[in-house]
Structures are given as C-alpha cells and as structure tokens.
C-alpha cells in the first residue's frame, strides 16, 4: 500500500467521525438553544435568511431542521416567526406553540413572548397580552425582577399601539413597580427605570389628547436623561419627543424629531410615514412605507410597523 492510500484510510474516518460530532453538537444546540452549545447555532442561516427577507428559504430551512430533530423548539418559533413575516398568522401561532410546548424552562419566556409578538402582528392585544402575562409570572417567580419588569413593558406597549390605553397604564406601571423592587438596583437602573416610565406616561398622555400632561412627562424624561447615569438611553429621546408631537398633531416637527432617530426601526419609520401622509406628502410617505418592508424583524416594532406598511403600499 502506498504511502498516498494509507494517508487517505486514515482521514477519511477522521472526516467521518468530524462530521459526526459536529451533526450531533448542532442537534444538540437545537435542542437545549442556550448554554455552550448556542455558541455553535445551527438556526443561524434560518435567522439570516429571514432577516435578509428570503422568507420561503427560511421556511424550507426551518422544516428541514424540524424534520431532523422534531423536539428542536427554537426551529418552531424560528419556523412562525417567517411565517408571521409573510402575514401567514395560523401556521405560525400552530409552530410557535409547538415551540412553547417543547421548550425547556430556561426557553419558556422566550417561547410564550414570540407568541405574543405573534398576535402582535395581527393587532390582538388581548391574546398578545395573555402569553405576555405566562412570560412575567414566570419571571417574576423566579426573582428575575428585571427580567419580569421588561416583559410588562413590553406588554405595556402591545396594548399601547393597539389603542387599549388603560391596559397599557397598567402594565406600565407593573413594569415600573416590579424593577423598583428589586433591592439591588442601583441609583443608575432608577434613573433609567424613571426616564421609562415617564416616557411611557408621555406617549400614552399624548394618545389621549393630553398635550400638557404629555408635554409634563416629556421633561421628566428628559431631566432623567440629564442626570448623565444612562448616557446610551439618549438616543431614544428623538423618538419620544417625534411621538408626542405626531400624536399632537404637529406633523412637521414629529418628521423633524423622528428622522433624527433610529432608522433601522421600522415603527419609527412607520410613524414617519404616517406624519408624511398626514401632512399630504404621499411621496415621502411611500418611500418610507417601502424602507419598513425592507427591515424583516419578528419582535414588538415590527408587529406595529409590517402589516400597516403592507397596508399602504399594498402588500409590497
């Protein structure tokens, strides 16, 4: 036997045996989707796919995970969150509580939010509200104050955008109460925990009408800000101040605030839109009606954004 074959029967079960452990480490990290082996996710060109907006190669891939490892939970979320993208809402709530079904504790909250930012997309704050509710008490049970807080913030603005204004108070405040009752939050988290809540009683004061009570809580948000303990909360003040004034009815100032903002979120895109619409710019407003359809993300702000965008640029 020559030298050349025997070097070739001995990396060929090399390669084999490689191959191997590598499948099993991937069917694993699908499984369990945290800890070590998340560091290798097999989901990633799922997730790439979807964000690129290649949503029926994502589908594909997604259901060729399943068929793999049935019991990969966090292919069926991945699975209904491109099929909510394509405004497919019942295959993707049957996925994603598949999902829900077959998650381990440590992915439950994250399961039970992607369902509620399922009913998200199709505007059912009421059912949205529900899985929100499983995500907090489960949180809040195992002490993760912060954790809890931020799932009632984020149900909080769920009821907010659908108009439901007093389950949106509410929440809030459980959002605001729960972190401040964690007895380790530093002078920092209040600060931010208060430009937070005064943010939100800004915006839902502004929903209401109420330009001077919105116009109070917006200068509380702001002396929050100028405390200096949360430097990176800044860029969200443009955006708060765009949302008062676009729910006041001054138009050319919520365009001038809001451009100042985060252009990769497709709800200030969309508020951008709206503000050009309603000031008889059709032109402009298509044009960000449009950059909403291209940013493809399954989370709260792409629940607002996606399906009004799709609406209006009729189905684009």
């Known amino acids: 036997m020559t030298p050349a074959m025997k070097l070739t029967r001995l990396v060929i079960p090399i390669v084999i045996l490689a191959f191997s452990f590598n499948s099993f480490a991937l069917a694993q990290a699908a499984q369990q989707g945290a800890g070590p082996a998340a560091a290798v996710n097999p989901l990633t060109p799922g997730q790439k796919l979807a964000s690129e907006g290649k ?5 594909a891939f997604y259901q060729k995970a399943i068929q793999a ?8 979320l991945g699975l209904g ?20 079904d077959a998650a381990p504790p440590n992915g439950k909250v994250r399961a039970l939010r992607t369902m509620a930012v399922s009913y998200a997309f199709s505007g059912d704050a009421t059912h949205a509200g529900r899985y929100e509710e499983q995500a907090y008490k489960l949180q809040f049970d195992a002490n993760d104050l912060s954790g809890a807080a931020g799932t009632a913030d984020e149900a909080a603005r769920i009821f907010l955008e659908n108009g439901d204004l007093d389950n949106a108070q509410q929440w809030y405040a459980k959002g605001h109460s729960t972190a401040l009752s964690d007895a380790k939050l530093s002078a920092a988290d209040k600060d931010l925990w208060t430009f937070r809540w005064e943010s ?23 002396a929050a800000l100028d405390k200096g303990s949360n430097p990176e909360q800044a860029q969200f ?17 919520a365009i001038s605030d809001l451009e100042k903002a985060n252009q990769k979120d497709p709800f200030i895109l969309v508020l951008i839109a709206q503000a050009y619409e309603k000031s008889g710019d059709q032109k402009n407003a298509m044009d960000y009606y449009h ?10 702000t792409g629940a607002f954004a996606r399906p009004l965008a799709q609406k209006k640029a009729g189905g684009a």
């Open 237 to 253: 003040l443009p955006y708060l101040e765009g949302y008062v004034a676009f729910y006041g009815g001054d138009y050319p100032t």
């Open 200 to 222: 939100a009683q800004a915006r839902i004061a502004a929903r209401r009408g109420n330009k001077a009570e919105a116009q109070q809580h917006l200068l509380a948000a702001k």
């Open 81 to 100: 969150s491109a099929q909510d993208l394509k405004g497919d809402y019942g295959a993707a709530r049957e996925n994603i509580q598949k999902g829900i």
């Open 69 to 76: 490892n049935p019991t990969a939970w966090d292919a069926y």
């Open 291 to 300: 950059k909403v359809l291209n940013i493809y993300s399954h989370n709260p």
């Open 55 to 59: 949503l029926d190669e994502a589908i």
